[in-house]
């Protein structure tokens, strides 16, 4: 079954320290992949996406993340992180079915920025 | 440019009660989807809407249910409500010709 999982559910982070957080999907063919950003209380943004071509993809706020079909991975990064980077982030896979497309996410990993 | 907006931002229910929630996609966006947050979790699927019909479903009873208007709006029902409905329901769209989704804000369902 199609699945995405994110294997660390808390990270904390000193400001200005890298950032990478990880992203492991399971599905057959080419994958359609996403990096959401939710604040509390908020509806999630899209940071970035990736479909096809060049496998390292940029995104909003400073943010990149290299899809790797070896290892079934989509890693997000930032080379220096911000104390507004605190949110959860959500990795999903879109299923497509007849023409129509659902997004699969994965639990989320809650980011924590220390000062 | 307005985004997808979503009414109300909360609510609470009394189990056994129903509830409507509602959501005006971005504009230019013909395809709407709803999803269920439970705190803690990621959005799980619940079910899309294209040209008024719902075109997927996801492992939901049909105590969910769902409604497209000819403006592309949408509304999710949700009848006799139990404990485990209390979540962030998202609705989400996009146009039919592209893959990237705009998230609302949510709705904020409690049951008690």
């Known amino acids: 079954a199609q699945s995405v999982t994110q294997p660390d559910i808390h990270i904390t982070v000193s400001e200005g320290a890298s950032l990478e957080l990880r992203c492991n999907y399971s599905y057959g063919a080419t994958p359609y992949l996403f990096w959401y950003v939710q604040s509390p209380g908020q509806g999630l943004q899209l940071l970035l996406k990736y479909f096809s071509g060049d496998t390292l993809v940029q995104g909003i706020k400073g943010f990149e993340a290299e899809f790797k079909r070896s290892q079934s991975s989509f890693n997000l990064r930032k080379p220096s992180v911000h104390w507004s980077d605190a949110a959860e982030y959500f990795c999903?896979?879109?299923?497509?079915?007849?023409?129509?497309?659902?997004?699969?996410f994965g639990a989320g990993t809650r980011l924590a920025v220390h000062p | 440019d307005a985004g997808v907006t979503q009414s109300p931002t909360h609510l609470i229910k009394t189990r056994g009660q129903q509830v409507t929630l509602r959501c005006s996609p971005k504009?230019?966006?013909?395809?709407v989807s709803w999803y269920q947050q439970a705190l803690g979790q990621g959005p799980q699927f619940i079910f899309q809407?294209?040209?008024?019909?719902?075109?997927q479903r996801g492992n939901f009873p049909d105590r969910f249910s769902g409604h497209q208007f000819p403006n592309y709006s949408s509304e999710l029902n949700v009848n006799a409500l139990l404990l485990g409905d209390s979540a962030l329901y998202l609705c989400a769209s996009r146009n039919r010709e592209t893959l990237g989704y705009t998230f609302g804000s949510g709705t904020r369902l409690t049951v008690v």
């Open positions: 809407y294209y040209e008024e019909e719902e075109r």
């Open positions: 504009s230019g966006h013909d395809t």
């Open positions: 999903a896979v879109a299923l497509f079915s007849g023409g129509y497309n659902k997004l699969i």
